[in-house]
């Protein structure tokens, strides 16, 4: 071990991708080395908080291995002091990852990095791969007459949540519950899988919602609010949305006939991508869902609220080398 190589803390999440990166992160621990770091690995598991783990650590540089929740969790201590994070995909979608240029393989992004000397003494961004990343956050809203945010005694919570990518209502929401219990080791298989489950089971709603200052009603089959654009395996659904720009982009798809949203929908999951005349896209700072039609809120994989929430964008939360 050379006492001089810059020092870097790897968190690795043994449930992320079904055990994926726990099987390979002996290897990128290898690889790491290789290129110049001396190599801490932390193993996390269900019983576990990694936030908590990654706001005890007081490591500069932090590799985080794992899905999007488990990247955002600890992405978001190592910011509050300043640390950098070098984020590898070990999910099933790994929609951050894909959003922030650096792919789906760990190991062969690992190959590509620099020697940690050269990172570490362009801390200034010479190399021009640092990136601050935004994040939104998602609070509970007090809303009369409605039963929202329960935790497990039955009382509100009030504790926000910290998402990355997308923070979804409806059909989308829905798809990604379903493909959280599916078999599939594959996020786009899964993801697939479980919008085509959601769009026979699902039906248009209708939300009153506040957008900067303005109230809507709309209804349709899902409303989303986007910091990297990302979601479901690798469906790039924002192409406008930009995790570093201080904005968010909300998206809208209109309540039209089952069979013109499975034509949509086909498209989507063949393309990867989403162009079609019902679906809105525009540029926001801050969105209130006010009546949810009793829809929860899924962001970055996970369930993060139920009920009235506010989304508001946060920027540059924490830093990365990408």
Known sequence: M????????????????????????????????????????VVTHREDDPGQLAAASTHQWVGVFGGDGYIAHIASEVGKRG??????????????????????????????????????????????????????????????????NLDAQGARSSEASQVLGLVSFGLDALANQIANESPFSSGTLAYAWGAVCALARFKPRTMEIEVDGQVRRIRGWLVSVSNSGWFGGGINIVPTSNPSDGKLELLTVDPVPKHQAIRVLARVLTTRRVDDPIVHVETVSRVKILDSAGLIAMGDGDQVARGSVEISVQPGVFRVFA
């Open 2 to 41: 050379d006492p001089s190589a810059p020092s870097l803390q790897l968190f690795v999440s043994a449930l992320s991708g079904r055990g994926r990166a726990l099987r390979l992160a002996p290897q990128a621990a290898a690889l790491l080395r290789e290129r110049g770091w001396e190599v801490e690995v």
């Open 83 to 148: 640390g950098t994070v070098i984020p590898l995909p070990g999910g099933r979608g790994n929609d951050l990852c894909r959003c922030l240029g650096i792919g789906t393989d760990a190991l062969a992004h690992i190959r590509k990095l620099p020697q940690a000397s050269e990172i570490v003494s362009s801390q200034a961004g010479t190399i021009g791969r640092f990136r601050d990343v935004d994040a939104m956050r998602v609070a509970p809203l007090a809303h009369a007459g409605e039963a929202q």
